[in-house]
């Protein structure tokens, strides 16, 4: 079983960078794709990013292309979300996943699921 713990979440306004982090426990995540998701009340869970388990290869809603990059540390069994040129529309709850195939999680399915983190964006 693993556990996923986020943080690094918070509020900033339009314009201004987090770092999320994914803490994993319980096993390795090694052979586990890794991705983020996001959810605002009322509205389905938005695939944001993804990295294969190596590192290799990532994955971006085209909402986030070229103001988030994902990566991980295998070492540390973390997964990170950098999120540069935050807007009002980024905000919602954070929430990282693993599995084993990168391609469920771009159809919002996985493994394990994290609690998620509070990013609130003002303008």
């Known amino acids: 079983q693993v556990q996923l713990v986020e943080s690094g979440g918070g509020s900033v306004q339009a314009g201004g960078s987090l770092r999320l982090s994914c803490a994993a426990s319980?096993?390795?995540?090694?052979?586990?794709?890794m991705g983020w998701f996001r959810q605002t009340p009322g509205k389905e869970r938005e695939f944001v990013a993804s990295i294969t388990w190596a590192g290799r290869s990532t994955y971006y809603a085209d909402s986030v292309m070229g103001r988030f990059d994902i990566s991980r540390d295998l070492a540390n069994n973390t997964g990170y979300l950098q999120m540069n040129n935050l807007k009002p529309e980024d905000t919602a709850v954070y929430h990282c996943a693993a599995d084993s195939s990168v391609w469920n999680l771009r159809i919002g399915s996985a493994d394990y699921w994290g609690q998620g983190t509070q990013v609130t964006v003002s303008s």
């Open positions: 319980g096993r390795t995540l090694i052979g586990y794709a």
